[in-house]
């Protein structure tokens, strides 16, 4: 639903209610809008992100890939 600025605020237990029964709200002033939503709605469309190091921390270990480079010479081309 959405809603004057003056209203949410006159209302805004109201507002919070039916955010909290993830209904999300949008509180409009002028030409800007903003959404009222419940944390619970909130952590699950942020969910957790982690950072660089901690990413490559999580990853893999390559230790049981095989690096190593074939020790064949290339193949003649002629140009």
Partial sequence: MAWKLADAKNR???VVRLALEDKPQEVQRR???VVVISKKSYLELSGKRTDFKEFLLSCPSLDEVDLSRSPDLPRDVEL
Avoid: G
Wanted: hydrophobic share 50%.
């Fill in 12 to 14: 805004f237990s109201e």
């Fill in 31 to 33: 030409d800007a809008a």
